[in-house]
T-cell receptor, first 111, second 114 residues
């Protein structure tokens, strides 16, 4: 059965710190790995990763995928209070297009 | 382009009742998926519909059912509600014909069973 494990489950840091969120996965037919940010209700899309070693970047956020070791990291530099959210990692199975989510990492940024 | 619309936003029901939630996908998206989100379990996949047919199903009891209409709008139904069904129910749509298979989520329906 496909599985996504995120760590840590929660994290509290101070504004300005850099954080690294981890996502490991097991999937029978890998198509992509997705990162989402969930602040109140609707998760919003951050990145889709399909190839190993290619960093995706958006402002202070970046992510990279390692398909050999089956994990991805999401980095946030110079954190701000607005980065406080639950960050969700998901993998997509190419056999049935199913997307399975991890339990998320709850990030809290202290001012 | 309008986003994914879920109604109602909030719902309070009594144990044993049934409930129907509605989801209108982004225009042109023919795939609609439903997830249940609880603090302990995260997002758990319920089912996915594409062109009025259920493509995938998660590990939920038969009390959870869904359907999709010809305009791609989807409904999910939960019968004989239990206290443990209290959760945020998220609907997500995607364009399976495009290069980006990622979801766009709606804001969810918060269901409380008392």
């Amino acid at each position: 059965e496909d599985k996504v494990v995120q760590s840590p489950l929660s994290l509290v840091v101070h504004e300005g710190d850099t954080v690294t969120l981890n996502c490991s996965y097991e999937v029978t037919n890998f198509r992509s790995l997705l990162w989402y940010k969930q602040e109140k209700k609707a998760p919003t899309f951050l990145f889709m990763l399909t190839s190993s070693g290619i960093e995706k970047k958006s402002g202070r956020l970046s992510s990279i995928l390692d398909k050999k070791e089956l994990f991805s990291i999401l980095n946030i530099t110079a954190t701000q209070t607005g980065d406080s959210a639950v960050y969700l990692c998901a993998v997509e199975n190419s056999r049935d297009d199913k997307i399975i989510f991890g339990k998320g990492t709850r990030l809290h940024i202290l001012p | 382009k309008a986003g994914v619309t879920q109604t109602p936003r909030y719902l309070i029901k009594t144990r044993g009742q049934q409930v129907t939630l509605s989801c209108s996908p982004i225009s042109g998206h023919r795939s609609v998926s439903w997830y249940q989100q609880t603090p302990g379990q995260g997002l758990q996949f319920l089912f996915e519909y594409f062109s009025e047919t259920q493509r995938n199903k998660g590990n939920f009891p038969g009390r959870f059912s869904g359907r999709q209409f010809s305009n791609s709008r989807s409904e999910m139904n939960v019968s004989t509600l239990e206290l443990g069904d209290s959760a945020l129910y998220l609907c997500a749509s995607r364009d399976l014909s495009g290069a980006n298979y990622g979801y766009t989520f709606g804001s969810g329906t918060r269901l409380t069973v008392v």
